[in-house]
């Protein structure tokens, strides 16, 4: 497996810092069909079927995953000033 220098790491959050617009519209999207899933699985619990839970348990993980390097660079951005400091 191959690791991230500490130097890389701060340069690959500094790229994700500077585009906060970009961001944010990947945790709203992530976070928007993460909570479409969530819904699914509420409305469709009373049919029982195994393969759509399956299928919008999936969706939902997946969404959740798109949704986390977003938060990452929001919060890259926010802490910009103690991150970056040169």
């Given at each position: 497996m191959r690791y991230l220098s500490k130097h890389k790491l701060l340069k690959k959050l500094e790229s994700m810092a500077e585009n906060p617009r970009e961001q944010l519209k990947r945790v709203a999207i992530g976070t928007a069909i993460c909570f479409c899933s969530l819904l699914a699985l509420i409305l469709t619990s009373s049919l029982e079927k195994v393969w759509l839970f399956y299928l919008?348990?999936?969706?939902?993980?997946?969404?959740?995953?798109?949704?986390?390097?977003?938060?990452?660079g929001v919060w890259a951005w926010r802490m910009k000033h103690v991150l970056f400091k040169k």
């Amino acid at each position: 497996m191959r690791y991230l220098s500490k130097h890389k790491l701060l340069k690959k959050l500094e790229s994700m810092a500077e585009n906060p617009r970009e961001q944010l519209k990947r945790v709203a999207i992530g976070t928007a069909i993460c909570f479409c899933s969530l819904l699914a699985l509420i409305l469709t619990s009373s049919l029982e079927k195994v393969w759509l839970f399956y299928l919008l348990s999936i969706i939902g993980i997946s969404a959740i995953i798109y949704a986390v390097p977003g938060y990452i660079g929001v919060w890259a951005w926010r802490m910009k000033h103690v991150l970056f400091k040169k």
